[in-house]
């Protein structure tokens, strides 16, 4: 689970209160920096891509989301085993060092991406993680320091063995869907996508998955670009009528704000058994299986008229 080194904790010189509490899942802008300044500072993941030289965190290293992708087909699949790990190394990433994602921040959509490369890392066996909540604009909120020399990492030799317990594959979908196995699916898109009004351009048809219900990934925010908190988020949780002990599959498109939802549900309210299918309705759609909520020919065309 989740700890913070104690030496860690000595070295920011932080409280004893503080110290009984875990790394994570989220650090405001000002534990960031208390982070950033302390001997036994994390390694900080940018993963903004081009914004990246433009001005940075001192010390964090490029990891444009990219690298945690599939294809522009399937952008949601799982990339190779084998190449994670090289993508890992070469990163300076280890199983022992704890890890900060950040984010642009530009909107509540984009959390999703520092979800999605934190459930990569605790997937592959990385423990001790958090994501800067609000981003770098949280950051340059705050008027922290940015420095624009790119950090060169130091490899790493991380051995990992990507592990399915919080992933869903098509095959599990299938059986919820069929009926032979029992966990809420959760559409984590806006009302449009749910409802078939709108498609992703990779999907093969309009639609979600059977039986599924929606909840949108903004649920988890307050109305700006930081996600709320596990008290609040464990309100949001007794309203959707969820319970701890379920297993619920967050969806979406690509597995981009289903990435929000399974951070929400999983670590701010203590879902044991969330999970993300990762390949989502671009994925699922592409399998030619039983769909919902899809429109016919010509009401399909109109959408695509009207959203595009």
């Known amino acids: 689970m989740k700890t913070f080194a104690v030496s860690a904790v000595l070295a920011l010189g932080l409280s004893t209160q503080a110290m009984a509490q875990d790394f994570g899942p989220l650090v405001s802008a000002a534990e960031m920096q208390a982070l950033a300044a302390g001997e036994a500072a994390p390694l900080v993941l940018d993963i903004r891509g081009e914004a990246y030289a433009q001005g940075h965190i001192a010390g964090a290293v490029s990891a444009p989301y990219e690298r945690f992708r599939g294809p522009a ?12 790990e090289a993508t890992l190394q070469e990163l300076g990433v280890t199983l022992e060092r704890p890890v900060v994602v950040v984010h642009q921040g530009k909107d509540d959509s984009d959390f999703g991406a520092a979800a999605r490369v934190y ?3 605790k997937s592959s066996g990385v423990s001790q993680l958090a994501i800067l909540n609000g981003g770098m604009a949280a950051w340059g909120a705050e008027g922290l320091p940015l420095e624009t020399k790119a950090t060169v990492p130091t490899p790493s030799d991380i051995d990992i063995t990507f592990s399915d317990r919080w992933l869903a594959t098509t095959d599990d979908v299938s ?3 069929n009926g032979d196995r029992q966990a809420r699916l959760v559409d984590a898109r806006p009302a449009g996508f749910f409802e078939g009004r709108q498609a992703h351009a990779a999907m093969s048809r309009p639609g979600t998955l059977p039986g599924a ?4 990934h903004n649920v988890w925010f307050d109305g700006g670009v930081e996600v709320m908190n596990a008290p609040a988020a464990n309100e949001v949780l007794a309203r959707l009528g969820i319970g701890r002990d379920e297993e619920v599959v ?3 498109n690509t597995g981009h704000w289903a990435a929000t939802e399974w951070f929400a549900l999983s670590e701010l309210a203590g879902v044991e058994d969330a999970k993300l299918y990762p390949e989502s309705m671009v994925g699922w759609s592409q399998t030619g299986q039983e769909m919902e909520n899809t429109p016919g020919l010509v009401q399909n065309l109109l959408n695509q008229l009207r959203f595009n």
Request: hydrophobic share 50%.
């Open 119 to 121: 459930w990569t890392l």
């Open 175 to 177: 059986a919820i869907v």
């Open 250 to 252: 967050a969806f979406c």
């Open 73 to 84: 087909e399937n952008p949601g699949a799982l990339v190779p085993e084998d190449q994670l």
């Open 213 to 216: 219900e929606n909840v949108a």
